[in-house]
């Protein structure tokens, strides 16, 4: 029984302990009821003010966002803007200096075409000349033919009249010798000279008859003093006994002569072909004498002589003519041919100039370019850095052109405005 009291006493004091801890936590869960209620106030506020942020934030963040649309647009429309002001003024001074170019040009290719023309020109008026002479040389040929048949038969009679008298029959002879080189187209003291002195190696004066020019400064002596009194008598004799002895005078005349002439040595006394011409100025007496004598004609051009009558001299001497007309063509081939080279690189030197002309345009161009990309574009640029300084106040009475305004966009955030915050769920 007193266990039982005992118990009892105990869930009593048991009791009365928590009925005591039942009013504190009574007492605390009023407080932290209050408290509550004010944390919710003050949530709800923070609530609403989060959200008044988050919808201006909203509102900046757009307005911002169309300020970067606008500037973008402003900036591209600048850019082209300027993009075609450069090209119109590079169009405007290429144009002026396409226009210089072309006048230059007209004043360096008007001479250039005129002297083509000229080289044109001379080159065919040097060609129709020579078919002219070819096509001439034979009926020329035909007339000296002619002339020298009668020169012959006027000799024939002017050789009757002079039988006897040596001296006037060498006279005769170089007469005939200097009129047919008047027929072949030489000139004289030019193509040919008449009894030029020459020094032998003894200091003697020596006096050809006849001395002719070739183009390469070689020289062609020619002499005409062969006796021909043999011949005459030959011509008058009546029987065959007195022609036979009269062709043998003839032989030994001209043998003599050839002997004589040999010994001169006239071929070693200029700069001349390794031969001497003796001219029998008589057709038929030297057609008689190479026929009476075959080895006649080997016989002088072995002692460096060759005979030659008038008609064989023509041709010798056509062919020296035509033999200057050459060289004188040769000459204007040359100077033609010198003046196209100096005129060929002329034209190639201006088409040098040209193309420097170009590449210096081309990098001019670039270099432009580069320095107004400098000037505009690019963060901290000078039209930009300009610009701020006048918004800081700097007087100007001066305006920047508005195809080179630009506006800077810095990555920073300059607004002021503050990022967009999460709302916390309740």
């Given at each position: 029984m007193s266990a039982l009291l005992s118990r009892t006493a105990t869930l009593e004091a048991t009791l009365n302990m928590n009925g005591q801890r039942l009013k504190e936590l009574s007492s605390t869960?009023?407080?932290?009821?209050?408290?509550?209620k004010s944390q919710q106030v003050e949530i709800n506020n923070t609530k609403q003010r989060l959200a008044e942020y988050a919808a201006n934030n909203a509102a900046l963040l757009d307005k911002l966002n169309t300020q970067k649309e606008d500037m973008l647009a402003m900036q591209k429309t600048a850019h082209l803007q300027f993009e075609k002001l450069a090209q119109q003024i590079f169009e405007e001074k290429s144009g002026k200096f396409t226009e210089a170019n072309k006048n230059n040009i007209e004043a360096l290719l008007k001479p250039l075409n005129e002297n083509i023309d000229n080289f044109k020109k001379k080159v065919e008026e040097t060609y129709d000349k020579e078919s002219k002479q070819r096509f001439s040389l034979e009926k020329e040929v035909q007339?000296?033919?002619?002339?020298?048949?009668k020169i012959s038969q006027e000799a024939n009679n002017l050789a009757s009249a002079l039988k006897g008298q040596a001296k006037k029959q060498g006279d005769w002879g170089e007469t005939i010798l200097e009129r047919i080189l008047e027929l072949s187209g030489l000139e004289k003291n030019r193509e040919y000279f008449i009894q030029e002195n020459l020094k032998d190696e003894h200091g003697q004066n020596q006096r050809p008859d006849i001395i002719v020019r070739l183009p390469d400064d070689r020289n062609i002596i020619i002499d005409s003093k062969v006796s021909l009194n043999a011949y005459l008598r030959y011509s008058e004799a009546d029987s065959k006994e007195q022609q036979d002895i009269f062709i043998a005078s003839h032989l030994q005349a001209i043998n003599q002569h050839i002997d004589q002439l040999s010994a001169k040595k006239y071929e070693e006394l200029t700069s001349s072909l390794d031969f001497v011409i003796m001219f029998i100025p008589v057709e038929p007496a030297y057609i008689l004498a190479v026929q009476a004598d075959p080895d006649l004609w080997a016989y002088a051009y072995t002692r460096r002589i060759l005979l030659i009558s008038p008609t064989n001299l023509i041709a010798v001497l056509k062919i020296v003519a035509d033999l200057w007309k050459r060289e004188m063509q040769s000459k204007n081939a040359v100077e033609i041919a010198t003046e196209g080279a100096k005129l060929y690189d002329k034209f190639i030197g201006f088409v040098a100039t040209i193309e420097d002309v170009g590449k210096h345009l081309s990098r001019s161009q670039d270099a432009y370019l580069q320095a107004v990309s400098q000037l505009k574009d690019g963060r901290g640029n000078l039209i930009s850095r300009v610009q701020?300084?006048?918004?800081?106040?700097?007087?100007?009475t001066k305006?920047?052109?508005?195809?080179?305004l630009t506006a800077d966009i810095d990555d920073e955030d300059e607004t002021g405005i503050l990022p967009e915050a999460e709302v916390p769920e309740d």
């Open positions: 869960l009023t407080e932290q009821t209050e408290t509550n007339n000296l033919i002619e002339n020298t048949q701020k300084l006048k918004k800081l106040g700097v007087k100007s305006r920047l052109p508005t195809s080179m």
